[in-house]
């Protein structure tokens, strides 16, 4: 199984950026994503990493280290509508009847400021 | 990306009785998912629903209190079987993208309150 930590909530100001830490210890590894989700809404992918590095999207970027059990989603340029709940989701290895499952972090209530 | 919708969008529910959700693909796809996410939390998969077999439950999750049925490739259904409390929640339907690297895209939810 997984451990997925990640803090239960961010303030920052429109503009301004805001980095999400999500630190896992797994039993196995094939990928981890980052989802995005509003109030009273469905998740909404945002980005994956599966190897050690920056991946840049527009305003968003998600960094993983294997090493460290460790990636971050950097938000630049916030906007209010950014306000979200953030989710770190860590893939399990495939097997022969599956992708392997998604195993979710308690998720990053971000919170966007004028 | 694949549109995914469900029915009902949410529901009102006595203690006792059963609920069947249903979520619709409007393209093939081999992995589908079911979710729960109780309020304020994070979601926790159920089952995985492959078409053509049996779903395969979580720990904690078991088929007499929410059976699965997969008939195709773009449908499925999950049944919460003589509810409780307990039971009010998001349910969520996902599916995984057939091809690299698989991520899943969620349905809209069914928001479930037991009295």
């Known amino acids: 199984g997984q451990n997925i930590d990640q803090p239960t909530e961010m303030t920052a100001t429109e503009g301004a950026i805001v980095q999400i830490n999500c630190t896992y210890q797994t039993s196995g590894f094939n990928g981890l994503f980052w989802y995005q989700q509003h109030a009273g809404e469905a998740p909404t992918f945002l980005s994956y990493?599966?190897?050690?590095g920056l991946e840049e999207k527009g305003r968003f970027s998600s960094f993983l280290s294997r090493s460290k059990g460790y990636s971050y989603l950097l938000l630049k340029e916030l906007q209010m509508k950014d306000s979200a709940s953030y989710l770190c989701a860590v893939r399990d290895p495939m097997t022969t009847d599956s992708w392997g499952k998604l195993q979710f972090g308690a998720g990053t209530q971000v919170v966007v400021t004028p | 990306s694949a549109v995914i919708s469900q029915k009902p969008s949410r529901d009102i529910c006595q203690r006792g009785t059963s609920l069947t959700i249903q979520c619709q693909v409007d393209s093939q796809v081999t992995m589908m998912f079911w979710y729960r996410q109780q309020p304020g939390q994070s979601l926790t998969l159920i089952a995985t629903a492959n078409q053509g077999s049996e779903a395969t439950y979580e720990s904690g999750f078991v088929i007499d209190k929410f059976p699965i049925s997969r008939p195709n490739l773009t449908f499925s259904t999950l049944t919460v079987s003589n509810m409780s409390p307990e039971d009010s929640s998001i349910y969520l339907c996902s599916i995984s993208r057939d091809r690299g690297p698989y991520e899943q895209y969620f349905g809209p939810g069914t928001r479930l309150t037991v009295t």
């Open positions: 990493n599966v190897l050690d």
